[in-house]
């Protein structure tokens, strides 16, 4: 059952990561072009990418913690599978 539920919950914590994985592209760019202009620009440019950071992870956190089960279920994911997949997730995820 350990092993079966690896698949799923790696398929949930690995999409929630991908998701996100644009922030840094993202934020690289705005930063460095705030950085020719005046370093209190770039202040607030990274002030807003690390607020904006700060609750996209919070809003995967909470996703994974209160609709994991039921992503699980969407999935097709067995019910004998969910405890141990939700651990694996809870563990990677948060």
């Known amino acids: 059952a350990q092993l079966a539920s690896l698949n799923p919950a790696t398929l949930l914590t690995g999409t929630a990561i991908f998701l996100f994985s644009f922030l840094p592209r993202a934020t690289t760019g705005l930063v460095a072009r705030a950085l020719l202009n005046d370093k209190s620009q770039a202040r607030q440019e990274m ?36 405890v141990p997949a939700m651990t694996y997730v809870l563990t990677v995820g948060i």
Do not use: I, K
């Open 47 to 82: 002030r807003v990418a690390l607020s904006g950071a700060f609750y996209a992870g919070l809003l995967s956190t909470g996703v994974l913690v209160f609709g994991g089960q039921t992503l699980l279920g969407l999935m097709n994911v067995p019910r004998e599978l969910y």
